[in-house]
């Protein structure tokens, strides 16, 4: 059964750019990968979504290689509200796959 | 809009007792999603519904049941609890597709259900 990987855990500073990789392995050709983040006792929240290359909206970035096999979600400029965790979801035909999730915390 | 909604946000049961978790989304959505999220863990997709009287299995659907009767509900049945089945529930819904299409996912605030 195909899987997605997420590093556990990050840590970061206010003010530095975070990136966070999700390999995904078997994603299908018309697969989209979609991140999203999640604060304790609230459900997931939409980050971004893309298909190939790159991706870019007023609070991130997703970058895409050809192969598609990985994804990595590019956090700009982090404060302490982005401590949470982040999952990365890939369409698998008939099976939705989370990621385990990578638990993010900004110092100040 | 209200989004999705759930009921309770917190439920005890004792063991093989059967209830009904309740998901209502006012946006319209035809694609809507069970998913229950283990301590620390991750999301995994219980049932998943394309429509009206549309249901299928997800990765983990032993214990549960569900139907879609309507667009805007879904909801989700145990029928003998289980201690294994401590979990926080989250419903969720979608405009399109399940696989290939775009597919961003608005999630309820989740229930916390513990089986003792």
């Known amino acids: 059964l195909a899987k997605t990987t997420q590093p556990i855990s990050m840590d970061s500073y206010e003010g530095q750019e975070v990136n966070i990789t999700c390999s995904h392995n078997?994603?299908?050709?018309?697969?989209?990968i979609t991140w999203y983040q999640q604060f304790p006792s609230q459900g997931p929240r939409f980050i971004i979504q893309?298909?190939?290359t790159k991706v870019t909206n007023e609070v991130a970035s997703l970058f895409i290689p050809a192969d598609r096999k990985s994804s990595t979600l590019s956090l700009p400029r982090v404060s302490l509200s982005d401590t949470a965790v982040y999952y990365c979801?890939?369409?698998?035909?008939?099976?939705?796959?989370f990621g385990t999730g990578t638990r993010l915390q900004v110092f100040p | 809009n209200a989004g999705v909604t759930q009921t309770p946000k917190f439920r005890i049961l004792k063991i093989g007792q059967s209830m009904t978790l309740q998901c209502t989304q006012d946006?319209?959505?035809?694609?809507m999603y069970w998913y229950r999220q283990d301590p620390g863990m991750g999301l995994k997709l219980i049932y998943y519904?394309?429509?009206?009287?549309?249901?299928d299995k997800g990765e983990v659907p032993n214990g549960y049941n569900v139907s879609r009767s309507t667009t805007e509900d879904f909801p989700l049945r145990l029928e003998l609890a289980a201690p294994s089945q401590t979990s926080v529930y989250f419903c969720?819904?979608?405009?399109?597709?399940?696989?290939?299409?775009?597919?961003?996912?608005?999630f309820g605030p989740g229930t916390r259900l513990t089986v003792l």
């Open positions: 969720a819904s979608s405009y399109l597709g399940l696989a290939g299409t775009y597919n961003e996912q608005f």
């Open positions: 078997n994603i299908a050709t018309n697969d989209y």
């Open positions: 893309g298909y190939k």
């Open positions: 979801l890939v369409g698998y035909t008939d099976k939705l796959i």
């Open positions: 946006m319209n959505h035809n694609y």
């Open positions: 519904s394309v429509g009206a009287g549309i249901t």
